[in-house]
């Protein structure tokens, strides 16, 4: 019986001649995959094992030099970083749908699970969202859903959800597993669910009869509340993740690595020669020396002792090692010309490698050395925001449809009113130093001074806030000036009477 750890092994150590992925892994063992890769730890010895058993043993690979980890997290540091609302600043023409907002993500604990949304993006290349209402205060709130268990979905032109299955595994109180199938269907216009002893491969025709059926009128909405956002959309069903191009350069340079590592060590045991440089009465040399009890620990003419090995040799022998010299240093140049080479697949890698290029970088230099990631960040934030405008909207209708408080008086979908937006913002951060540099360069350069500061990228409340502290400091200081000039009028005036 094939498994997926004889799928990764067979497709590191030998050419099978498949041209993608979807030859080999159904999409539910590649997202189980990609987390095999990001925890990296015996990433290859499961197959390595069943290989063995089957009598096809193979020298086993490490995982010496996965990157994986180091690239999703590039993502999840800039992608939505820092606390709410700063990570995430709302431009909209109603102001009134602002405080809602907020308090969705408050009952979502988003300002956390922001986090766990960019890392699942990042290493399965999908986000899904689903929009939940608490049962007993009604209030919205996104639930993230790890992909593997979306089995199916559909969308339309837009992008919109309007078909939805997911096949959770649980258990109940007695430790017995089975699983809940979730059934969203906007042309049925209603929600159905399954527990049931089958897997996700079973039609739902044959699930029988729904444990829970539900019409989406009864939570007031017309639309399946759920959002689907793809790491970088390349025209398949499901998103691309962050490494997926790069999993065959992954895996070489693993065994490159591997390959090096067994070479530093196999021949690194301790070899001692045990010697007996005596003659003896008729000039014959003596035989080697006896350690401890006679016969212990020894074999022959080898004597171990720990973990070193002696070879007892006659008077005047020699040993000489067989072992030819090997380029250890011509194979770690092989393998970090190769993580180069990945680095290009992976240019968020470039990240890492600036600490060791030291301080002396500015930002402007990061930049430029990081675009290529900046830019694929750009584009994976840009998916995941229009994802999350679409929740947001969806949990607006659903609070005023529930009558809650805190969302009287918002408006309502259909009349636009919950339109936004997401200001746009810097993958890498300006530092203040580097943002008043521009601006005065630009001022130096006949600009003026409120164009040049939203050219650094100061917001609008920040120009504001300066020309009002600009006015309060002329003013402070006109009203010292006229105080220091009343000043020396009375002491001018004093000593005029004074000499009079």
Sequence with gaps: MTTLFDEIRERVTTALGFTRLDDILTQKQKYHLFKLYYFSNGLYSPSARQLYEVDTW??????????????????????????????????TD???????????????????????????????????LKISQRPDTRRPYFQIIEPQYVTEFETDERGVIEYIRIDTPQTDERGDGYMTTEVWDAEAGAMNQWDHQRDESTDVDDLGTPAQSMPLTQAGIDFIPFVWAPFRDVGEERGANCFIHAL??????????TRLHQMLFRHSGVTWALRANAMDADGKPLPPP???????????????????????????SSLETLVPPLPYADALAVLNAHMLELEKDLPELAWYRLREMGGDLSGRAVRLLLSDAIQRALEARASMEAALVRADAMALTMGAAAQLPEFAGIGSYEAGDFEHSFAEREVIPVSETERAETVKALVDASMPLTTAMRRAGYSEAEIVQMQQDKQTDAASSQAALGTSLTAAMRQFDAGQSAGA
Excluded at 66 to 83: D, K, L, N, S
Excluded at 248 to 257: S, Y
Aim: hydrophobic share 45%; net charge neutral; no cysteine.
């Design 58 to 91: 193979a020298p086993d690979m490490a995982s010496l030099r996965t990157p994986v980890q180091r690239a999703v997290e590039f993502y999840v540091a800039h992608i939505w970083a820092g606390a709410l609302p700063k990570a995430l600043p709302i431009q």
């Design 94 to 128: 109603n102001d009134r749908i602002v405080t809602p907002i907020q308090l969705v993500w408050q009952w979502s604990n988003w300002g956390a699970k922001k986090q766990l949304a960019a890392r699942w993006t990042a290493l399965y290349g999908d986000l899904f």
């Design 248 to 257: 065959d350069k992954i895996d070489e340079a693993n065994l490159l690595a």
């Design 290 to 316: 006896r350690i401890g009890n006679a016969g212990a620990g020894e074999s022959g003419d080898e004597v171990t002792l720990g973990q070193d090995r002696m070879v007892r040799l006659p008077g005047q």
